[in-house]
């Protein structure tokens, strides 16, 4: 075994790094997706030069992908910044830090005050769910600020899965996972894990467990527009019209129905509401949705004869079929088809993990059932969903005049710029705030707004713990990744960060920042030793906190989560296993996951049944243009923030226009040509891209692009900028339910140019 980071001393700046030295190895979980690899970076002295696959973690086995072997130049980007960033008369300028958090709270404290906590709005990026601070430091700061105007990346995302976990389990977090280590069967609509590494459904090596899939004798059909290398490799690829999967899957449940085929096995006395469904669903026939769907009446048959048919099986859909019009009834309905086939919650379905930090278990009650629209933003009165308001309305929140707007702006981890609609007028409206910081690496698209700009170290300077997405990880696994080099003198780690952040927008600036995590303790403890459920019940809270271990207090947090959880575990666990703890394959989790009022899986929600009516006027409606545009991910790329490393931008990572020849050669438009491409939101400009990878009728742009603005500093990305997809789009498209943008399928047009 290589030397590890965990078996080394703790130096005082609370990292358990080593000091400089000669080259060594070190483990780092990679934080660049949702696959959560184990890595071994070589370092050399203080710069991380290589990554390889761990081949002894638990989780990942030894797979690496071309973005975590690149670890070593994106953690040494010469771009980042190393300082904090003021603005003096109108310039960004290097500050201290003290300089930076007295510039926050002298300027943030003053318009609270006197306009209340609605005035500030909170954006939280992507980023976030992959570090530990944007795990344990918004939820303070939300709790402290109060305000209603929190906008993250997951209403361009997965606040459909939410809304509709919410509605059907009365948790919002409940999110099942196809188990793809056993399944029989797979059933995936809008995802592309051969370029995403998966997505709410934490595997690495996806592709190869979709390949053991096949080999064992199990079948994949993939529902994408286009033929990705995902759907290259199943069993049936179903090019679907863009925005159709909804009907497609409200096709498939009423198959099940009409042939007889729903079998819900041991769910049958726990859910309810089956005859409704059967009842509000009916008129989605095969034959009534196939012309939307562009699909064959028959084929619809025979894939629900095949989800049927299948000894077990899971249904699985992701971005494709989320940030689209109807996609809360979309996800609604992926879970609607694993619990009529018997497979919710068995092996080989789709299983709710359970994480090392989630609650220890206890027995199942009635909850108090999942609440939307609790309030509505200010200006469209779009509902909250899960405490958030649309991404896609935050400049509307800032540029239209009136009680309530928002005037300052916590940004962390995020570029809403490039990656929410409409940039050019969020663009126009931060540069009208008050007041905005932005905790972020980069100087970039959005950041260069910010009054403060506050840059987190490198993540090699970073301890690592998946918070996040060990809760849709297709086995339960628990690993730390202690910083693997010391945080580089001048640098502040980006939890101590956000928590002086949390205390200069509390009224709080100046307290030691240990006191953030300290409360966070107090009251933790509090509840659990008051908690029947809790392994810490009875306990004594000052005993209990002395007993922490852990050398940073987000060390102790998290030493006292395991502590409150499921599996007997403390942090000294994790730091004697530096490759993980394997705490086995899921498990069945009904019906303690839920929080229905009805203790039961509620399989229509009066939300859903109302949302309906809009699905069924849908079966009507033809399209009006004959293009409609998607996305793509490409795999050396992640969002808006990694095209300034040279290794990973280039070769076929480029921002073009894909077009299937068919319509290429109906619009004259010739291969590498530039094109204008205009839809609601405004025009733009891109090469054009033939392929038949893309079906006819649909077109594909990818998003994170349009590094041309000024006053940025990411030097490698601007030099190839590309165009923001999103320009296209003016932020009224949403699904109504979850506030969810809509990305994917929506109307453009083409013209050449010469
Ligand atoms: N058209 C279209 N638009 C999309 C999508 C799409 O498919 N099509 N996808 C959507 C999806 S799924 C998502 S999740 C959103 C993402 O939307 P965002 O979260 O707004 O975008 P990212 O590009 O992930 O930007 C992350 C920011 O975090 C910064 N960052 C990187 N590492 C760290 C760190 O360790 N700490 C901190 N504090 N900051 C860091 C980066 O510099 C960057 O500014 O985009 C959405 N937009
Ligand atoms: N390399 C790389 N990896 C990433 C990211 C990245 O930017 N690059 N981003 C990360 C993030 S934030 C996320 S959320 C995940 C997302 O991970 P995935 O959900 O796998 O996302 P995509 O790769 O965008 O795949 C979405 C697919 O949906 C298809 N699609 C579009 N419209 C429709 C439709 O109406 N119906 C159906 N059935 N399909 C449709 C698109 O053609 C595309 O192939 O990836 C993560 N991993
Ligand atoms: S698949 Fe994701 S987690 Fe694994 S190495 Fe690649 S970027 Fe990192
Ligand atoms: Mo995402």
Known sequence: MSRTNAAQPAPTDGTRAAPPEAARTALRICPLCEATCGLTLTIDGTRVTGARGDRDDVFSHGFICPKGASFGELDGDPDRLRTPLVRKDGELREASWEEAFDEVAARIRPLIEEYGPNAVGVVLGNPNVHTMAGALYPPVLLSLLRTRNLFTASTLDQMPKHVSSGLLFGNAIAIPVPDLDRTDHLLLLGANPFDSNGSLCTAADFPGKLKALRKRGGTLTVVDPRRTRTAQLADRHVPIRPGADAL????????????????????????EGLDELREAIAEFTPEAVAAACDMDAEEIRTIARELAAAPTAAVYGRVGSSTVEFGTLANWLVDVLNVLTGNLDRPGGALFPLAATDRAPRPAAPGKGFALGRWASRVSGHPEAKGELPMAALSEEIDTPGEGRIRAVISIAANPVLSAPDGDRLDRALAELDFMVSVDPYLNETSRHADVVLPPPPPSQSAHFDFSFNNFAVRNQARYSPAVVPLEKGRLGECEIQARLVLAVAGMHGADPSAVDDMVIESSLAKAVADPHSPLHGGDPENLARLLIGSTGPERRLDLMLRMGPYDLILEDLL??????????????????????????????????????????????????????????????????????????????????????????????????????????????APVEITDT??????????????????????????????????????????????????NGFPVELSPLR
Do not use: Y
């Open 248 to 271: 497609l899957l409200a096709a498939l449940a009423q198959v099940l129905f009409e042939e007889k085929l729903t079998d819900l096995g041991t769910l049958e006395a726990q859910v």
């Open 576 to 685: 004697q296993n530096p490759h993980g703890v394997d705490l086995g394959p899921l498990q069945p989790r009904l019906p303690q996951i839920l929080k229905t009022r009805s203790g039961r899986v509620e399989l229509l929600p009066e939300p859903i049944a109302g949302d309906l009516p809009r699905l069924r006027r849908a079966l009507d409606e033809r399209p009006g243009t004959p293009l409609v545009l998607v996305g793509r991910r490409h795999l050396r790329s992640n969002n808006s923030w990694m095209h300034n490393v040279a290794t990973l931008n280039g070769g076929s990572n480029r921002c073009t226009l894909q077009i299937h020849p068919t319509d290429a050669a109906r619009l004259g438009l010739e291969d590498g040509a530039p094109v204008r491409i205009g839809a609601d939101g405004g025009e733009l400009e």
């Open 694 to 743: 893309v079906r006819t009728g649909v077109v594909s742009l990818p998003h994170g692009w349009g590094h041309d603005r000024p006053g940025t500093r990411m030097s490698v990305a601007a030099a190839r900028p590309g165009v923001n997809v999103n320009q296209l789009l003016d932020g009224s498209r949403l699904d109504p339910l979850s506030g969810t943008a809509v990305l």
